[in-house]
């Protein structure tokens, strides 16, 4: 059972560059999210989806753009990578609240470095 | 939206003492309270919640309490052991429009053999 599953685990960027980062989940759960972790600011909501097709800006959402074009993917761009994006980023999974569970299921992460 | 702060950042224990991390909330629409532990290199793995409707919850040697009217809410682990060691995050969620997690900032914690 893989649970939530991120692709690459580590990159590194030069500025200018651009990437993608995979995120797919087999628990065939409605939401999905992307995080950045930063030291000592927790973890701050990037964009994050409600279903197939939809996505909706998070806390954080300038210089990344998203896409849901299956139910268990949710992509995360980044056009024209920036220093300031050097980060941890978590892609995580959870059912809705009326569902019966909001847990939400986070991937092991992804390392980025942008020189 | 939602605020979320927790405290303290760091925490240094003796094998066996208990360990206590506050946040607080300031939207009073939050109905939702998990913990999440993190060991390096790691992602985030909940622990324990808590919903607005229940005061307190246990679950072996942690428990979450919750205080509504004063918008905040702690962790307590008793008899604290070195695997313990990690960074705890506490968060919050008033279940509209996906659920949206607000995280504090997160609390280190050492275990001291």
């Known amino acids: 059972n893989a649970g939530v599953t991120q692709t690459p685990k580590f990159r590194v960027l030069k500025t200018g560059q651009s990437m993608t980062l995979l995120c797919a989940q087999d628990?065939?759960?409605?939401?999905m999210y992307w995080y950045r972790q930063d030291p000592g600011m927790g973890l701050r909501l990037i964009h994050y989806s409600v279903g197939e097709g939809t996505t909706a800006k998070g806390e954080v959402p300038d210089g990344y753009n998203v896409s849901r074009l299956k139910k268990q993917n949710f992509l995360l761009g980044l056009e024209s990578a920036a220093p300031s994006q050097t980060s941890v980023y978590f892609c995580?999974?959870?059912?809705?609240?009326?569902?019966?569970?909001?847990?939400?299921?986070f991937g092991q992460g992804t390392r980025l470095t942008v020189v | 939206g939602e605020n979320v702060e927790q405290h303290p950042s760091t925490l240094s224990v003796q094998e066996g003492d208990s360990a206590v991390i506050k946040c607080t909330y300031s939207d009073s629409a939050s109905n939702y309270f998990p913990w999440y532990k993190q060991e390096l290199g790691k992602g985030p793995q909940l622990i324990i919640d808590i919903r607005s409707n229940v005061g307190e919850k246990k679950d072996q040697r942690i428990a979450v309490t919750l205080n509504k009217t004063a918008k905040h809410f702690s962790l307590h682990i008793t008899e604290t052991q070195p695997e313990d060691s990690a960074v705890y995050f506490c968060a919050a969620s008033s279940g509209a429009a996906g659920n949206k997690l607000t995280f504090g900032g997160g609390t280190r914690v050492l275990v001291k053999p």
């Open positions: 628990m065939n759960h409605e939401y």
């Open positions: 995580a999974s959870s059912k809705p609240q009326g569902a019966g569970g909001t847990e939400a299921f």
